[in-house]
Every structure is written in C-alpha cells, then in structure tokens.
C-alpha cells in the first residue's frame, strides 16, 4: 500500500524559508499535488509537478516564491518555500495518485493523502 509522509514544517520568520518534503513508501509515478488548509478555511491548491517532473503548476499566490520539485530515484518530492508570510501558516500536506492530471488542482481528484505537516509563519 502506498503511504505519503510529509515532514519539514516548522516555524519560520517572515521573509524566512522552509522546505517540505513528502515521502513516499512503495513506487508511484503520477502527479504529486501539494496542498494547504488553514484554522476555519477551505483546503488550497498550492503546488503540483508531473509525474516525470518536467511540468510544474502553482498558485497565484506562491508563483515566485515556491518550488516543487521532485526526485523519482528517492521517491520524494520537495516543497521550497521561501519569502515566507504569515499568510502562508497552514497545515500542508502532500496528495498523489490524482485521476485526472489536468484537474491537478482540484483536491478531490487525489486518491492518497499525507498527514500534513504545520507551517507556521511569525510577522
């Protein structure tokens, strides 16, 4: 059975940078999507790349100061997050095994989840 687990969250600074990774146990190639949800909001598309990496997508929010990034021989794919902002605290977690690859940033489109990991940004 394919598991993800996310790790690298932690508190961090305005301006500051994190980086997230998302394991994954047992092979799977397929779009890798990470996503957020803060305290009493909706879930959020933040980033996702293709299975092979050489398409990445993310959200108008993060576009320049986010990347996704991956490395298929590790089976992880990275989240680098840098010019943080308090707006960025969220749990974030990772999702894969995605039915429609152009739907990438439509949540209920991913069949595995990660636990998510705590960003948390100080102003």
């Known amino acids: 059975q394919v598991q993800l687990v996310e790790s690298g969250g932690g508190l961090a600074q305005a301006g500051g940078s994190l980086r997230l990774s998302c394991a994954r146990s047992g092979r799977l190639f397929t779009t890798v999507g990470w996503f957020r949800q803060a305290p009493g909001k909706e879930r959020e598309f933040v980033a996702a790349?293709?299975?092979?990496?050489?398409?990445?997508y993310y959200a108008d929010s993060v576009k320049g100061r986010f990347t996704i990034s991956r490395d298929n021989a590790k089976n992880t794919v990275y989240l680098q997050m840098n010019n943080l902002k308090p707006d960025d605290t969220a749990v974030y977690l990772c999702?894969?095994?995605?039915?429609?690859?152009?739907?990438?940033?439509?949540?209920?489109?991913?069949?595995?989840w990660g636990q998510g990991t705590q960003v948390t940004v100080s102003s």
């Open positions: 790349i293709s299975a092979n990496g050489d398409r990445t």
């Open positions: 999702a894969a095994n995605v039915r429609n690859s152009t739907r990438y940033y439509l949540s209920g489109g991913y069949g595995i």
